[in-house]
């Protein structure tokens, strides 16, 4: 169950996309929302006097303001939500690090939707959210609700998990879902097996309370026939496993899941593999 979420804010909450969505989120989950701004740390050098000393003095006046903000939105939404302003040198890796010892279920983050090469070279926060953290990531680009879901699937174990974690959403939010199997190539006995996959897991959605539950199949590269799919159906909210490869190896060998989150032009939810188990179910599409 997602109990405890971290958005990441980069400005203040208002008109803040993510956390925006991070809040709704919480409203249906009946979760704890921690905001978090990462102020990053100045280098110091010699010449510049007091600058270290009213750097302090600022950000002891954000802190004051963001917790002031959350408290107010969290009162407004009926949620528990506070803020919080940390120092740092990367932004992602004080939001892994508050993620890990806060225990929390899931990190949201906004997108300030930089090209695919760009992002992955400049090492944008989403982009290293993603391929560092053994956490959900959730990368919100667009404002959307909760009506609708497309949960993808080749059969591992890392993909059910990641559809396991997300029918919380679903139950609760009384989403439509739509699970998508891609066959790689038009193989008859790939394509029925692609069907046995969406078929067994729209089952099992079913079992754990989703009352709209379709399996569908597509023939085609993965990457590209998710990011058809989720522009044809209009999906709200697309959800992923992710197989915890590096981020050199997804900009040069394209893992879909990074490929989807990257080119998405609406909410992602990235589950990544449990590296201590490779168990997988029946017959993945690799």
């Known amino acids: 169950m997602i109990k405890k979420v971290l958005v990441g804010v980069d400005i203040g909450i208002k008109e803040n996309m993510a956390v925006e969505y991070a809040a709704s989120l919480c409203k249906i989950l009946d979760a704890e929302l921690v905001v978090l701004h990462v102020v990053e740390e100045l280098q110091v050098y010699s010449f510049w006097g007091t600058v270290p ?3 302090r ?15 107010r939105l969290g009162k407004k939404l009926g949620i528990k939500m506070t803020g919080k302003i940390v120092e740092g040198i990367s932004p992602s890796e ?18 300030h939707g930089r090209s695919v090469l760009m992002e ?19 990368v919100v680009k667009s404002r959307r609700d909760f009506s609708g879901i497309l949960m993808c699937t080749e059969g591992s174990k890392h993909a059910e998990d990641a559809i396991n974690y997300a029918s ?4 609760k939010a009384k989403s439509e879902v739509m699970i998508l199997s891609v066959a790689p190539s038009d193989d008859p006995k790939i394509i029925e097996t692609a069907g046995e996959i969406a078929g067994k897991t729209a089952e099992m959605l079913k079992e754990k309370g989703v009352v ?10 993965p990457a590209e026939e998710i990011l058809t799919e989720a522009r044809e159906g209009d999906y709200p909210l697309l959800v992923l496993g992710y197989k915890g490869t590096s981020a050199v190896a997804d900009l040069l060998l394209g893992d879909v ?23 997988e179910t029946i017959g993945p599409l690799d």
């Not at 919380?168 to 139950?171: N, P």
């Not at 709209?212 to 590269?221: D, P």
């Not at 990074?258 to 449990?274: A, G, I, N």
């Open 57 to 71: 003095e600022e950000i002891l006046k954000e802190r004051e303001e963001l917790v002031n903000e959350s408290q």
């Open 257 to 279: 899941a990074s490929k989807v989150m990257h080119h998405s032009r609406r909410p992602t939810l990235v589950f990544r593999e449990d590296i201590k188990s490779k168990e």
């Open 120 to 138: 992955c070279l400049l090492g944008g926060v989403s982009s290293q959210l993603i391929h560092h953290s053994k956490i959900p990531i959730l």
């Open 94 to 111: 004080e939001l892994l690090r508050e993620a890990r010892d806060g225990k929390f279920d899931l990190i949201v983050v906004g997108c």
């Open 212 to 221: 709209e539950v379709e399996a569908k199949v597509r023939t085609g590269h």
């Open 53 to 55: 000393a009213l750097k």
């Open 168 to 171: 919380d959403i679903a139950v």
